[in-house]
């Protein structure tokens, strides 16, 4: 068992319109994080991950996802999953909880147009 006490977390500024709160597991098969998103992210182009998987679950707020041509309306209580390969970008006043696996880590996400 592990346990991340909210005082263990990190604050991450991804951008103006994006802050996550990471939860520090240390395994290599898992990780999460709460995300606030306040606008656009990225803030033009997308981005995609090349190895983890993303699952996001609307806390609050309501906003949108664009996966490719697809736009997906969110709102409290959605989850979403985003495989790796697939181009994104998120928009709106969102609180996300967003586990990965493999665990998430910079190298393998990347912002593309």
Not at 17 to 28: F, Q, R, T, W
Not at 43 to 56: F, Q
Not at 58 to 70: A, P
């Amino acid at each position: 068992m592990k346990i991340i006490h909210k005082e263990q977390t990190e604050k991450l500024k991804n951008s103006e319109n994006c802050v996550a709160i990471e939860y520090p597991l240390g395994d290599k098969d898992i990780n999460g994080a709460i995300v606030e998103l306040t606008g656009r992210y990225p803030n033009k182009g997308r981005v995609v991950n090349l190895k983890c998987k993303e699952l996001a679950y609307v806390i609050k707020g309501s906003g949108k996802v664009i996966i490719g041509d697809e736009e997906i309306s969110l709102k409290e209580g959605d989850l979403v999953l985003i495989e790796p390969g697939e181009k994104y970008f998120w928009d709106g006043n969102l609180t996300i909880f967003i586990p990965c696996t493999p665990a998430w880590y910079p190298e393998q996400h990347k912002e593309v147009d």
